[in-house]
């Protein structure tokens, strides 16, 4: 559906180059394990289900890993107010909202399409963000759910959830836990270096797409609002809050650092560029910084 966020035509060509590339990573994966394998039917039923579970389930899965809970109009007045506020303006049908009750500063958006979209945000950032902050976070969200993000990350993430269910697999199978023939470890070898193989490859696709639509939606939200500056007010404090968290508090929120508004990651993590979700704050600030200068406006 159309919205008044403004068309962002290199992340579409984006989105479409890693798409294919992991359709045709996607096609030799299946293509292994039904040679090293030797049963089409297992294969199949086995992709299918686990691509079934994730495409539907998916938002589902995520509040509940987040011990996140819907809220209402009612529960949550001054939140339901600035995304109907938002919704509004950009035109786009607005998503369930739902609390996490965790001190984690962060926010997300998930679910398989802008009429099936959760919006997701912590009591850790709604307990430190000022009114104009926290709705430049909410913009770079719905960002997110125009231009089909979430959708896209879902799809293009189920290749890796998949080789990762295949090595655990293939090491937990009772297949393997019987008699170890010459042929059965060839077996178990072949799966566990094609499944790891397609892991890295996918992962790497997904983390440099990733990275550009999180400056995509900086961008969108930047210009929706009209207020660059809030949005890098919000950016700075965030990330130098979840610096704070401890890092076993953090662990478990790790899996979505694809989906969040700042990675949660503490203050001796170094991931370098090539594995990081999302660019350097220093990138994001700079490119907010310019958007400012274009709109005539002071950091």
């Known amino acids: 559906m159309p919205t008044r966020f403004r068309p962002d035509r290199q992340l579409t060509a984006r989105m479409l180059a ?3 590339l992991l359709g045709l990573l996607y096609v ?3 293509a292994a394990l039904v040679v090293l394998l030797k049963s089409w039917i297992v294969v199949v039923v086995l992709v299918a289900g686990i691509a079934v579970a994730q495409y539907w389930f998916s938002d589902r899965v995520a509040l509940f890993a987040m011990h996140a809970h819907e809220v209402s109009a009612e529960q949550h007045p001054q939140l339901h107010g600035v995304v109907d506020r938002l919704c509004a303006t950009a035109d786009m049908p607005k998503p369930r909202l739902a609390v996490a009750n965790t001190d984690l500063p962060n926010a997300f958006a998930t679910g398989r399409d802008a009429d099936h979209t ?4 912590t009591t850790g950032l709604l307990r430190r963000l000022e009114p104009e902050e926290l709705e430049a976070v909410l913009a770079h969200e719905l960002s997110h ?3 089909r993000d979430v959708a896209v990350i879902t799809i293009a993430s189920f ?3 998949l080789a990762g269910l295949m090595v655990r697999f293939t090491l937990y199978s009772g297949m393997f836990r019987g008699r170890r023939d010459q ?5 178990m070898i072949g799966v566990m270096a094609v499944s790891a193989a397609v892991y890295v490859l996918g992962f790497l696709l997904v983390r440099a797409l990733s990275r550009y639509r999180e400056l995509a939606a900086d961008r969108s939200a930047a210009l929706l609002t009209g207020h660059p500056s809030a949005l890098a007010s919000a950016l700075t404090k965030v990330s130098g809050d979840i610096a704070k968290i401890p890092s076993r508090d953090l662990r478990t929120a790790e899996s979505f650092n694809a989906f969040f508004f700042a990675p949660a990651l503490g203050a001796g993590s170094s991931l370098s560029h090539l594995f990081s ?3 350097s704050l220093e990138r994001r600030l700079e490119q907010l910084a310019k958007i400012s200068a274009q709109l005539g406006q002071s950091e």
């Open 28 to 30: 030799g994966f299946i």
């Open 18 to 20: 890693t798409m294919f």
């Open 145 to 147: 759910v125009a231009h």
């Open 183 to 187: 042929n059965t470890a060839i077996i």
């Open 118 to 121: 959760v919006l997701c945000v």
């Open 277 to 279: 979700t999302h660019p």
């Open 159 to 161: 290749l890796g959830v």
